[in-house]
C-alpha cells in the first residue's frame, strides 16, 4: 500500500447539520435514532433484517436468515420471492397502479411515462419472448442497450422468470462483450439498433455483430427500434423487439425463485487480468436495495427521484431500477450527455419533471463547474431537497459546489461509498440525521460493520490510513465471481483474514468517520468507472507492435484520473504519433472508449526491480509530473527515470 499517499491527508472542519425542515420529515431523523437501529442491527442482526424483509413479498417465507460459512453467505434460506414482482405487481393492488414509475427522456426531447400498470404489462409481455426464445430459469441473458426504458423492461423481465441478466455498458466494445459473453455462455444477446449520445448514434447492433462471431454460444439476438437507421439483419439470428413482442400475450405470473437464486452478473475490474462476473442473487439483494433507498434517500411515496447512471453499471442496476421500484417511487431515466444540446440538460430535466432527489458521481459536478453557474441558473431547481454523490470521493470544493450552486444551501448530499461487489450503499450520511462533512462518506449504513486495518488485519488507530475491509456479511454482498468461486476467496477474502478485502484505502477521524482515500490495488477510477491497468496493459501487449506496456493512472481535474501508459515496441518498430495513436485506437478496439489511454509515452525500458517487478509508484510519479520522494535504490537501472521525464507525452 502507498503508505504515504495514504497519510497525506485533507483537513475539512467544515460540518453542515440538517436543516431543520428536512429533518422533521425523514424517515430517519436524528443520531438516536440511527445509533439506536445501527446498534440493533450488529446486535440482532437476523431479527433486524428479517423485520426489514417481512415488508416486502415472499410466495414463501424463508426458514433461516443467516447461514454463514464464511466467505459463503446465503439469506433468508428456503425463502421463495421475485424481485420483478416486488418492483411490480405489488404496487398494483394499490392506488400506485397508475402512478408514474418510469419517466423517461430521450436525448433528442422525447418523453416517455411508464405508470406501474404500464410499465408491468410490458415486462410481462418481454418476459413471454424471453420464454418463447427458449430462456430456461438459471440461463444467463447478455442485455446491451442504450438507456431506454426496455431496458428496465429487459431485466425486470429476466428477473421476472429467473434468468439471471448480465448487462454490459454500450459504451463497451466487441471484444469486450465477447469475453463477458463467452464467460457465462450465453445464447440470447437483447440490444437495439442503437442509441443517441451528443447527437450521434452509438452502433450498438453494429458492435454486437462484430462480437457474435466469435461467440460460438450465441443464437439469438432481439433488436429493439431505436434510432431507425440502417442495420445488417440476419433473419435466422435476429429478431425486432416490435415483431416478436406481437406474438406473445401478456400473461406471465412472477416465478417463485429461491432467495439465493442468481438475479444478475455484473462484470467489473480488478488488479489483476480478464474482468470478474460479480454474482448477486435474488432475496438479499432486494432486501439491502430496499432498505438502502429508504434510508439513504429517504425516498418517500411523492419523490421523483433521479439517479444520472447509466443501468450499465451497478448504481444503475440498484437504484435506477431495484431499489427504486421495489419502494413504489418514481425513477427518471435520461437516454443521453449532460450537454446536449446544451450544458444544462440535466437542470432542464430537474425543473420540468419536478425532480425531488438528484444522485450524481463526482465528476460529473467537476463538469459542471467548469461549465458555470449560469447553466443550472436558468432553472428553477427549487423542486429538489436531496443531492447524493457516488463512484470516488468528492474534493470539498466540488462537495460545495454542489451545496451552494445546486442545492442552494437548502439540500443535504449524501456522499455513498459502496461497490458492484457490495450490491449497495454501505457507508453514507443519513440525510435527516448525520451532520456531513465535505470530502466524507461519515459513517457505516445499520448492518455494516467496517474497519480499518493494516497490511496485518490489525485494527489502525484514528487519524492513520490503511485498509477497508468489512467484518460481516449483509444481505446484498456479492455470492461469488460466476464460475470462480476459488478467485472470490482469493480476490476479497484472503488478504485479510476473516474479513472482505475492499480494495480502498480509508482512515477514520475523531467523530468516528470515514474518509476514503482511492484504491489500493492496480485499480484505476476514471470518471468513477473502475478499470484494471492489467486490462489496459494487456489490450496494448495484444497489439503486435508492442513488446512491453505498464499503465498507471494520472491526476485529472475533471476525471479524477485518467490513463497513462509507458510502452516499450518490438525491435526495430518506428515509434511516433502515427503509432501512438494506432495504439490508442486499439484499446478503445479491445475494451471500449473509457479505456482510451490519455498519455502514452513510448520508452526503451521500464522502470524496474532488480527481481523484475514493474515500479509502478515511480510511474505514477512520472506521469503525474511531480518527483519521486520515495526510494529508488531497489530500480535496477537509475537512469530510466531521467530518460522517461523527458520524454513528454
Ligand atoms: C470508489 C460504484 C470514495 C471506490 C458504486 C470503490 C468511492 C469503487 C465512492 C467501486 C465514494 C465509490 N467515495 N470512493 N463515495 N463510491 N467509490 O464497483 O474506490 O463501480 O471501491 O461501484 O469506487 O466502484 P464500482
Known amino acids: 500500500m502507498p503508505q504515504k499517499d495514504i497519510d497525506s491527508l485533507l483537513s475539512e472542519d467544515r460540518r453542515f447539520p440538517p436543516p431543520a425542515s428536512f429533518r422533521s420529515g425523514a424517515r430517519i431523523g436524528s443520531m438516536e435514532e440511527y445509533e439506536k437501529m445501527y446498534r440493533d442491527s450488529v446486535e440482532n442482526r437476523e431479527e433486524f433484517w428479517a423485520a426489514v424483509a417481512d415488508k416486502l413479498h415472499w410466495f414463501r417465507k424463508w426458514d433461516e436468515v443467516l447461514r454463514w460459512e464464511a466467505p459463503k453467505a446465503e439469506w433468508f434460506v428456503g425463502g421463495k420471492t421475485n424481485l420483478s414482482y416486488n418492483c411490480l405487481d405489488v404496487h398494483l393492488k394499490t392506488w400506485r397502479r397508475n402512478k408514474a414509475a418510469i419517466i423517461w427522456e430521450g436525448e433528442p426531447g422525447e418523453t416517455r411515462i411508464l405508470t406501474y400498470q404500464a410499465l408491468h404489462r410490458e415486462v410481462c409481455h418481454f418476459a413471454n419472448v424471453l420464454k418463447r426464445l427458449g430462456v430456461k430459469q438459471g440461463e444467463p441473458v447478455i442485455l446491451y442497450m442504450p438507456m431506454v426504458p426496455e431496458l428496465a423492461i429487459a431485466m425486470l423481465a429476466c428477473a421476472r422468470i429467473g434468468a439471471p441478466h448480465s448487462i454490459i455498458f454500450g459504451g463497451f466494445s466487441a471484444a469486450s462483450i465477447r469475453d463477458r459473453v463467452n464467460d457465462a455462455k450465453a445464447r440470447v444477446v437483447i440490444t437495439a439498433d442503437g442509441g443517441w449520445r451528443r447527437g450521434e448514434v452509438v452502433p450498438l447492433k453494429e458492435t454486437v455483430d462484430k462480437a457474435v462471431d466469435e461467440c460460438p454460444t450465441i443464437e439469438q439476438v432481439v433488436v429493439l427500434r431505436r434510432t431507425g437507421r440502417e442495420i445488417a439483419f440476419h433473419p435466422e439470428r435476429d429478431h425486432w423487439w416490435h415483431e416478436i413482442i406481437e406474438a406473445v400475450d401478456a400473461d406471465c405470473p412472477a416465478e417463485p425463485l429461491d432467495a439465493e437464486h442468481p438475479l444478475y452478473i455484473l462484470y467489473t475490474s480488478g488488479s489483476t487480468g480478464k474482468p470478474k462476473g460479480v454474482l448477486h442473487t435474488t432475496g438479499g439483494y432486494m432486501v439491502g436495495t430496499y432498505a438502502t433507498s429508504r434510508w439513504v434517500f429517504d ?8 439517479c444520472t447512471a447509466d443501468i450499465g453499471w451497478v448504481t444503475g442496476h440498484s437504484y435506477v431500477v431495484y431499489g427504486i421500484l421495489a419502494n413504489g417511487a418514481t425513477t427518471v431515466m435520461y437516454e443521453g450527455a449532460p450537454n446536449w444540446p446544451e450544458a444544462d440538460r440535466f437542470w432542464s430535466i430537474v425543473e420540468k419533471h419536478g425532480v425531488t432527489i438528484f444522485y450524481t458521481a463526482p465528476t460529473a459536478i467537476r463538469a459542471f463547474i467548469k461549465w458555470g453557474e449560469q447553466w443550472p441558473d436558468r432553472h428553477d431547481l427549487s423542486s429538489l431537497r436531496l443531492l447524493g454523490t457516488v463512484g470516488e470521493p468528492i474534493n470539498p470544493e466540488a462537495w460545495i459546489w454542489y451545496h451552494t450552486v445546486i442545492g442552494k444551501k437548502r439540500c443535504p448530499i449524501v456522499d455513498t461509498w459502496w461497490q ?10 443519513l440525510p435527516g440525521a448525520t451532520s456531513t462533512r465535505p470530502g466524507s462518506a461519515t459513517l457505516p449504513l445499520p448492518g455494516v460493520v467496517p474497519e480499518i486495518v493494516d497490511h496485518d488485519g490489525r485494527p489502525v488507530e484514528k487519524g492513520k490510513g490503511g485498509f477497508l475491509v468489512i467484518r460481516e456479511p449483509w444481505p446484498a454482498m456479492l455470492r461469488t465471481i460466476y464460475g470462480d468461486d476459488e478467485r472470490y476467496k482469493t480476490q476479497y477474502w484472503s488478504t485479510v483474514k476473516d474479513a472482505y478485502f475492499t480494495g480502498d484505502g480509508a482512515r477514520r477521524d475523531d467523530d468516528d468517520f470515514y474518509w476514503l482515500m482511492g484504491r489500493v490495488d492496480d485499480v484505476i477510477n476514471i470518471a468513477g468507472h473502475r478499470l484494471g491497468t492489467m486490462e489496459v496493459e494487456s489490450a496494448l501487449v495484444s497489439h503486435p507492435k508492442v513488446a512491453e506496456a505498464a499503465v498507471v493512472g494520472k491526476p485529472d481535474e475533471i476525471r479524477g484520473e485518467v490513463i497513462a501508459a509507458f510502452v516499450t515496441v518490438e525491435s526495430g518498430v518506428e515509434t511516433g504519433a502515427d503509432l501512438e495513436k494506432e495504439l490508442k ?13 490519455s498519455d502514452l509515452r513510448f520508452t526503451d525500458a521500464l522502470p524496474k526491480t532488480r527481481s523484475g517487478k514493474i515500479m509502478r509508484r515511480l510511474l505514477r510519479d512520472i506521469a503525474a509530473g511531480r518527483e519521486s520522494a520515495g526510494d529508488t535504490t531497489t530500480l535496477e537501472d537509475e537512469s530510466i527515470l531521467k530518460r522517461l521525464r523527458e520524454k513528454k507525452p
Open 585 to 597: 485506437d486499439h484499446v478503445v478496439e479491445e475494451i471500449g472508449a473509457i479505456a482510451r489511454p
Open 299 to 306: 425516498l418517500k411515496e411523492e419523490d421523483t427521484y433521479w
Open 420 to 429: 458492484t461487489e457490495t450490491g449497495t450503499i454501505m457507508i453514507s450520511p
